[in-house]
């Protein structure tokens, strides 16, 4: 029997980590990313609960400590700088906003790639143009006319997924905008950050943040704004930093500073706060994992538990590839999408209004900011950690050591 060939639409999280597992079981993988390469910084991500026992499973964990960041916890500040509260790391046993590991997005993904390098296919600068599916597989044609024939293509390219688009249908029927827009990039720390990711509100939904990296000079930051739909252009970054600027101009705090960062950093990003919410992950011999099937919201801080915990559970569910088939991929996916899905609505449960991230007015904000403060004492913190601390560990793995 020839050996199984999949092939994987994106390098970010969920991608590598579905490599990861699937070439130890013996499949041919491939991975095309429309990125020249894997996408170094980004925004800090967290490994909380399953999805840090995932990494544990893989035998990464050293090297993830190796990268991660010194995180002293979070404070909201006024205007003029001045802290109005603060939830230290340690708080709902270092699974709070800020949690007891954290690392940057592109240190994560760097250190899956680094382990699948060599027994994996990466193919940069190129993306999935068409797919064409039949009884014994997926013909796939590359961005550049090349043509692939594989026996399961998987869609971890994101909420805005083009494989889910191919295979699925148009993005409106599975995305759900939340009601508001935000902003990453990197920016000079001007004040100092110290190991903490500082926060500031402002009235007209508007929420400035900056947190720490491995450069002190340098901060995360981010700027994100409520707001009911708005139209433009994905790939105009130029109007995306307008948009900024017309909301946060002389907002206070760091704003004016971080809007000039906005506009030099090359590592901007913009996007929709949204939800993604499908019916099935599966189509044939098309299956998505991560955010193209289960985006649960930036806010939820869920994503990289989801990607995770999707991959190790699809990779386990299909199995070694020598006892790969028609059937058997069939029965496997179904089976990936009954023990997913729990998890998947547990996390998109989880509450993460945009009016409560970036409130509307002052009271709301001194209401926001006292909630914060009263969320960490007795008898508020154990409805807290319910609420939203403790979502990550609702699931037990399966052990695939021993299938």
Not at 213 to 225: E, I, Q, R, S, W
Not at 267 to 293: C, E, I, K, N, T
Request: charged share 20%.
């Amino acid at each position: 029997m020839a050996q199984p060939t999949v092939l994987i639409s994106g390098a970010g999280i969920a991608g590598p980590a579905l490599a990861l597992w699937l070439s130890k079981n013996g499949y041919r993988v491939i991975v095309v990313e429309i990125a020249k390469g894997i996408r170094a910084g980004g925004q800090t991500v967290d490994l909380r609960g399953a999805g840090g026992d995932v990494v544990e499973r893989m035998g990464l964990m050293p090297q993830m400590r190796a990268h991660a960041l010194v995180q002293r916890g979070v404070g909201w500040v006024s205007s003029d700088g001045s802290r109005r509260a603060e939830m230290p790391v340690t708080a709902f046993d270092g699974n709070g906003l800020v949690s007891k590991l954290e690392i940057l997005r592109g240190d994560l993904v760097d250190v899956l790639y680094q382990a699948t390098k060599e027994t994996v296919e990466y193919r940069f600068n190129t993306r999935i143009s068409a797919l064409h599916q039949d009884d014994d597989g997926v013909e796939v044609t590359l961005a550049d006319n090349t043509k692939l024939r594989a026996d399961l293509v998987v869609g971890a390219d994101g909420p805005h997924s083009a494989v889910r688009g191919m295979a699925f249908g148009p993005e409106e029927r599975f995305v759900t905008p939340l009601g508001g827009y935000n902003a990453w990039f990197s920016a000079p720390d001007h004040v100092g950050l110290d190991g903490w990711y500082l926060m500031y509100m402002a009235p007209g939904g508007l929420n400035a943040s900056m947190r720490p990296t491995h450069d002190p000079a340098m901060a995360k930051a981010g700027l994100a704004f409520a707001s009911g739909p708005i139209e433009y252009d994905r790939h105009d970054l130029d109007q995306q930093r307008q948009l900024l600027v017309d909301r946060f101009a002389g907002a206070g705090w760091q704003c004016d500073a971080l809007l000039t960062a906005a506009q030099q950093a090359d590592d901007f990003y913009f996007d929709s706060f949204l939800q993604v919410d499908m019916p099935a992950w599966v189509s044939g011999r098309v299956v998505l994992v991560g955010d193209a099937g289960y985006c649960a919201s930036p806010l939820s801080g869920m994503g990289t538990s989801l990607a995770l915990v999707g991959a190790y559970l699809l990779a386990g569910e299909l199995g070694h590839a020598d006892s790969f088939d028609a059937q058997q991929i069939q029965d496997a996916l179904q089976r990936y999408q009954t023990k997913m899905r729990p998890y998947v609505d547990k996390c998109q449960d989880i509450p993460n209004r945009v009016d409560r991230f970036a409130p509307n007015s002052a009271s709301d904000i001194s209401i926001n900011i006292a909630v914060m403060k009263w969320m960490q004492r007795w008898p508020f913190r154990p409805i807290a950690a319910k609420l939203w601390f403790t979502v990550a560990d609702s699931i037990e793995l399966p052990d695939y050591s021993t299938a």
